[in-house]
């Protein structure tokens, strides 16, 4: 439940807000037909966090629109994947973004101050992972989880991954990230006690066949507690994450 409605219904509660008033406040339209895009306004309401926006494949305008709609209806906190330089370039002198340009990602709000006591660790084969991992390192943190990162640690040199056991094992959740033959998932799998989602990567040369090799491999995983996402997913790996990580926390 999303922190908004929760304080309504602690004024309704303390009798601040007329039932009548809050349950229209509840009723408002659910979405926001744009032309372009239909903006999901309940989307918090429903799973806690509000629509993240895909960049790819969208205008700077388009992208401006979405975020207006999403700050008209009180969601401040937004969070934008795939966001090309230029096009976050324009964005930007018309919203208040902040852009990281080697993970693509960008926000409108501030990183919440307050971490989960409980840890993320994202931990990659190698350097050429480290687009997606930043993108799955960002919005983690963006959605308040304590996040460490345990960077070029691949089979090719598992010393590197020994040294960072403590890390690793005190973690609540793993995201592993390779490309090559994503090996490394089954490694740490079967080092912890806790989930380890994996994200194959597009790294690696031709029969990598563009990340498909990892993918396969990762699914394959002989360790338990290994779940897959798609192909450079770091979003998709971060969201599951988090969710994960915030069970049990103090709302």
């Known amino acids: 439940m999303s922190d908004n409605v929760r304080s309504l219904l602690e004024q309704v509660k303390n009798g601040q807000v007329d039932v009548d008033v809050a349950l229209l406040k509840l009723k408002m339209k659910p979405i926001e037909d744009l032309g372009y895009a239909n903006v999901d306004l309940h989307r918090q309401l429903r799973q806690g966090v509000p629509e ?19 700050q008209s209806n009180g969601q401040g906190h937004i969070l934008i994947t795939r966001l090309a330089p230029d096009v976050a370039s324009e964005v930007q002198e018309q919203h208040s973004l902040t852009y990281i340009k080697d993970a693509h990602i960008g926000y409108v709000g501030d990183m919440p101050t307050k971490k989960t006591e409980s840890s993320i660790a994202i931990v990659t084969g190698g350097t050429s992972d480290y687009k997606v991992a930043e993108e799955c390192a960002i919005t983690a943190e963006f959605y308040g989880n304590r996040v460490n990162r345990i960077y070029d640690v691949g089979v090719a040199g598992i010393h590197r991954l020994l040294q960072h056991l403590d890390i690793i094992m005190s973690a609540k959740v793993i995201v592993v990230i390779a490309g090559m033959e994503g090996a490394l998932a089954s490694v740490v799998g079967g080092l912890v006690d806790v989930p380890v989602i994996a994200v194959p990567t597009s790294v690696g040369y031709g029969t990598a066949f563009g990340g498909v090799t990892a993918l396969l491999s990762m699914l394959n995983s002989c360790a338990s507690g290994v779940t897959v996402v798609n192909i450079d997913n770091g979003f998709g790996a971060a969201y599951t994450a988090n969710m994960i990580n915030h069970i049990g926390e103090s709302k």
């Open 52 to 70: 993240v926006i895909y960049g790819a494949g969208k205008t700077s305008e388009q992208i401006v629109g979405i975020i207006s709609s999403m």
